[in-house]
């Protein structure tokens, strides 16, 4: 799993979390954490660009849903930038596509929190 | 045509100036022979007859079914339109037709008779189509030409002719109404031919087990037969599983047993339909008695019996069988046999054949069939191959029958090829083996093989660091099965599962272990996981409710095994849990 954050929005109040490779028992730690980190740091407004990602596990998922909810409940928003086909079909099969935003564009998906 | 109605012209000679001469005659004849179509011969009667009397028309007028009407079947030179009918007795043709008397007409115009014909006609004659002293027709001529007139030299000619006309026709007649009813009677036999071939059920239950087949009726149908029985899964009629197996099966989806089905091959005594409507009362006899019997020796046994009672008074009094039952289990093979030509069982490791031999009578023949029962093992790679007497029975040119030890020796000379080419291969050359002789008999073949199984069974402590070794391990196992199309599927499933196993069923206790066996064919994959938990009922975890949106992540893991695995079912302890994937 490679997983990195960066700042977008006009004054960096968007966190980019862009996670590749895979998601399963050894690496879900590592990206609760991160999601964690950004939370710390007081940012609530997260895109999550899953475009390389190609397994998650339940954990995983749990981990989405959780930090969805977590940023929900401080005013702000997670959203989802381009999964790719079979992770879609799984984002679809537990019904995070019925609540959370997918977008195929960055810049989309940015001005989407204005 | 007979000799004697072609030298009938003889008479003639020196007759009338324009009349053909003999030779001419007995040609018009042979121009007869040619075709056995009714539509083409009758028009070739009219011309011919035109050519013979040098006319300008003529016609046929053939009576109907009901002999009532004179319906014209074939013309020339007709101005009327070719449906042209009249009654019997109507009309010179009527009138010709009903006396049974050829007519000269000259001056027709004139006469009465010619009602509303052509005023042109200046003679005309009309002659009686005649089989056997019956009239079919009329066949009629006439002339325009001023100065032509038919006299009663010219009747006989033509009537002559007529005679050897009718009897083409007849002919062509009793040609036509054979072939339709032999269309009607082939398009049964089509009907006939599918609807056995529907009876013959080659679904094969079991995934380790490869199963290719051909069925060969000498004529449409046929007395030859095989059938795979799936054996129902539904406990109150499943003898053949352990308790604990019965009640996994009633959790799993599909209604047969995946590790144990019924095989049969047989053959009734002569060919054809009487053979066919016996096969398809024996091989329901055979469906039943595998739904409620738990041995083949007691399947046929019960055969006998009811062969026995059904057919008592027919002369096809018997036929040959094989009947077994096949455990994916411990792959063993229990079969009994009655007078059927012993199968070969092909042991791949050791390169042997071996004839699956055993005493019994042909069903139907004997009150007490003597029927044994023997088991066989089969190892991976192992090959059965099922037949019926028209493959050991087939003839070639010089009369010399195939026979079992050339069997074994193609069978030896093939044995290397995967099962689909084997049992062509085995064809080609029971087909180049006959060269042009016709198939004398039925043929059925059927050819089982245990296929090479993946097989993994890993056991791991309870740590969640574990999981992505042991799935990396299976995945790995399993490359190339083309039931996983992604392997995303398979990766979250087991996942899913061996977390279950480590959290929930051993509560993380790092003394307990967990369990995982991997059995593949190239169809089916079987993944079971199990722990040392105290188990669970599967029954009382809920999954959110279809079509829900949901973020809780309570069930998610179960919906989503339940929509990747093709089947998922539990133990009753509720401590393992089983998957299957199956391909297309």
Sequence with gaps: MEIAVSRAGDIGEIAVIRVSGVVDSETVDRFGETINNVFADDCYNIVLDIDGLTYINTAGLSIIADAFKKASQNKGHLKILRAGEAIRELLDVVRFTKIIDIYEDEEEAIGSFK | ?584
């Excluded at chain 2, 406990?235 to 049969?264: A, E, H, V, W």
């Excluded at chain 2, 008999?441 to 574990?466: F, P, R, S």
Aim: aromatic share 8%; charged share 25%.
């Design chain 2, 1 to 584: 045509m007979s000799g004697e109605r072609a030298e009938k012209p003889d008479n003639f000679s020196g007759s009338t100036a324009g009349l053909p001469v003999n030779g001419e005659f007995r040609r018009a004849g042979h121009v007869l022979d040619g075709s056995l179509d009714l539509d083409l011969r009758l028009n070739r009667v009219v011309e011919q007859a035109i050519e013979l009397l040098s006319a300008d028309r003529g016609s046929i007028m053939l009576l109907d079914k009901t002999g009532g009407e004179l319906c014209v079947r074939a013309s020339r030179g007709l101005k009327e339109p070719a449906e042209f009918s009249v009654r019997l007795g109507e009309g010179i043709s009527g009138w010709v037709a009903k006396q049974g008397t050829p007519l000269v007409l000259n001056d027709a115009v004139a006469e009465e008779r010619f009602k509303g014909i052509n005023s042109n006609i200046v003679s005309a004659l009309a002659v009686p189509l005649r089989v056997e002293g019956r009239v079919i027709g009329v066949l009629n001529v006439s002339s325009s030409s001023k100065g032509r007139y038919y006299d009663h030299v010219d009747l006989e000619y033509l009537s002559s002719f007529a005679d050897m006309a009718a009897a083409a026709i007849e002919n062509a007649q009793l040609y036509q109404a054979l072939r339709r009813d032999q269309e009607h009677l082939s398009k049964e036999l089509r009907m006939a031919s599918r609807i056995q071939r529907s009876i013959v059920s080659t679904q094969m239950p079991c995934a380790s087990i490869h199963m290719v087949s051909r069925l060969m009726p000498a004529s449409a149908v046929g007395g030859d037969f095989f059938s795979v029985v799936p054996l129902s899964r539904d406990s109150r009629f499943c003898f053949y599983c352990s308790s604990q197996t019965q009640d996994r099966c009633q959790n799993l989806r599909s209604q047969s047993c995946p590790d144990k089905f019924g095989i049969m091959i047989g053959d009734v005594a002569n060919k054809g339909m009487p053979a066919a409507l016996i096969m398809s009362v024996l091989t329901t006899i055979l469906y039943q008695a595998g739904q409620h019997l738990s041995s083949p020796r007691s399947i046929l046994n019960e055969a006998n019996a009811a062969f026995r009672r059904f057919f008592s008074e027919s002369q096809y009094g018997f036929a040959t069988l094989f009947y077994g039952f096949y455990d994916n289990t411990d792959n063993s093979l229990t079969y009994t046999k009655a007078g059927h030509e012993p199968p070969l069982l092909v042991h791949k490791r050791i390169g042997e054949i071996e004839y699956l031999e055993g005493e019994g009578f042909p069903v139907g023949l004997m009150e007490d069939g003597c029927y044994q029962e023997k088991t066989v093992k089969l190892e991976r790679g192992d090959r059965i191959l099922l037949y019926t007497d028209g493959v050991t029975g087939a003839l070639n040119d010089r009369g010399e029958i195939l026979g079992r030890k050339r069997l074994v020796e193609l069978v030896k000379a093939h044995a290397d090829q995967d099962i689909e080419a084997f049992l062509d291969a085995l064809g080609d050359e029971v087909m180049l083996f006959s060269g042009d002789a016709p198939q004398p008999d039925d043929i059925a073949v059927m050819v089982l093989e245990l296929e090479d199984l993946y097989d993994l069974t890993m056991t791991v402590g309870t740590d969640v660091k574990q999981i992505r070794y042991v799935i990396d391990s299976v995945l790995e196992t399993l490359q190339g099965f083309e039931g996983l199309k992604d392997p995303i599927t398979l990766r979250l499933c087991l996942e899913e599962l061996l977390h279950n196993a480590m959290e929930h069923g051993n509560r993380g206790d790092v003394s307990k272990k967990v369990y995982i066996t991997v059995k593949a064919g190239p169809r089916r994959v079987v993944i079971r996981v199990r722990d040392e938990g105290e188990g669970f009922d599967p029954e009382q975890i809920g999954s959110p409710q279809i079509g829900e949106p949901t973020l809780s992540e309570r069930g998610r893991g179960l919906l989503i095994v339940r929509y990747y695995a093709d089947e998922l079912s539990f133990n009753r302890e509720g401590n393992e849990a089983t998957l299957v994937f199956s391909a297309g």
